[in-house]
């Protein structure tokens, strides 16, 4: 169902797609948006290594939302910072798309983990995060990528 990488030299291992996941704040969500075009925005991620779940935050309307409710597959494409060898100009880039089914989350307990998790990933601070989980909670919606199919890349851009 899902095509084989062409350049497969480049294919990056299943742990390492992880770990990309796992330390990129943020990538593109790839929907199928209104009249068939497609609809890709930047979004905000949490990968929870515990059930392998990608989970995101939305509000409950808006076009993303309609978009994943007429058609739940979905991709998600998250990029690292990249690097560069010593006397190269070239950039280094590991990259990540994921596609799969995309599910609301309803589980009181879990949005407040989602939301917890995601606002720890760009800061510590505690009385931030409580003040978010009382004020913006109630105006979440969180979603859940379960992914059917993942590949990585390793990109050199010369």
């Known amino acids: 169902m899902f095509r084989k990488m062409r350049r497969f030299k480049q294919q990056l291992a299943e742990e390492e797609c992880r770990e990309v996941l796992r330390e990129t704040k943020r990538g593109v969500l790839s929907m199928l948006g209104d009249d068939g075009y497609p609809y890709g925005i930047p979004m905000n991620h949490w990968y929870c290594e515990e059930d392998g779940i990608l989970y995101f935050h939305s509000a409950k ?3 993303r939302m309609d978009a994943i409710r007429a058609y ?3 991709s998600y494409c998250a990029h690292d910072e990249g690097w560069q060898k010593p006397g190269e100009w070239a950039l280094n880039i590991r990259s990540v798309v994921v596609f799969g089914r995309m599910q609301l989350v309803t589980d009181e307990e879990k949005i407040c983990q989602i939301c917890s998790s995601l ?13 978010e989980l009382k004020h913006a909670l109630p105006r979440v919606q969180c979603l859940a990528l379960l992914p059917k199919h993942m590949t990585g890349k390793l990109v050199n851009e010369s």
């Open 61 to 63: 309307e808006g076009h």
């Open 72 to 74: 739940d597959k979905v």
């Open 119 to 131: 606002v720890r990933k760009f800061t510590d601070d505690e009385a931030y995060l409580e003040q």
